[in-house]
């Protein structure tokens, strides 16, 4: 069995193709990941003061991670307690005007 250990400080990690439009506020950490568990994490975004109100944008994101192998019966570590640094590469985000759109009525 697999246990996933977020690395410190870094979860997700986004690289936004317009910087200008949209500031990382903060970032929600799942605070550990068991294998065929889900949890969620969440990046928290603020438009820019000087960008227009609802512009596009394309961000790239990369899950990172510590994988470490914990034996199923006892809960103990098996093999290194540090376990060994992984990357995922996840779907873009698109950020659109109409993510800031509803219907009325």
Same mark, same amino acid.
């Given at each position: 069995? @697999?246990? $996933?250990?977020?690395?410190?400080?870094?979860?997700?990690?986004?690289?936004?193709?317009?910087?200008?439009?949209?500031?990382?506020?903060?970032?929600?950490?799942?605070?550990?990941?068991?294998?065929?568990?889900?949890?969620?994490?969440?990046?928290?975004?603020?438009?820019?003061?000087?960008?227009? @109100?609802?512009?596009?944008?394309? @961000?790239?994101?990369?899950?990172?991670?510590?994988?470490?192998? $914990?034996?199923?019966?006892?809960?103990?570590?098996?093999?290194?307690?540090?376990?060994?640094?992984?990357?995922?590469?996840?779907?873009? $985000?698109? $950020?659109?005007?109409?993510?800031?759109?509803?219907?009325?009525?």
């Amino acid at each position: 069995m @697999f246990k $996933i250990v977020p690395v410190p400080g870094i979860v997700i990690e986004h690289a936004p193709d317009s910087p200008q439009h949209y500031d990382h506020v903060a970032s929600v950490h799942a605070p550990t990941l068991r294998c065929g568990a889900t949890e969620r994490a969440w990046l928290i975004l603020r438009g820019s003061p000087s960008s227009t @109100f609802g512009a596009p944008a394309h @961000f790239l994101a990369e899950l990172k991670f510590r994988v470490v192998e $914990i034996d199923p019966t006892t809960g103990e570590f098996e093999g290194d307690e540090e376990g060994f640094q992984e990357d995922y590469p996840l779907e873009d $985000i698109e $950020i659109s005007t109409a993510d800031f759109v509803a219907k009325v009525g």
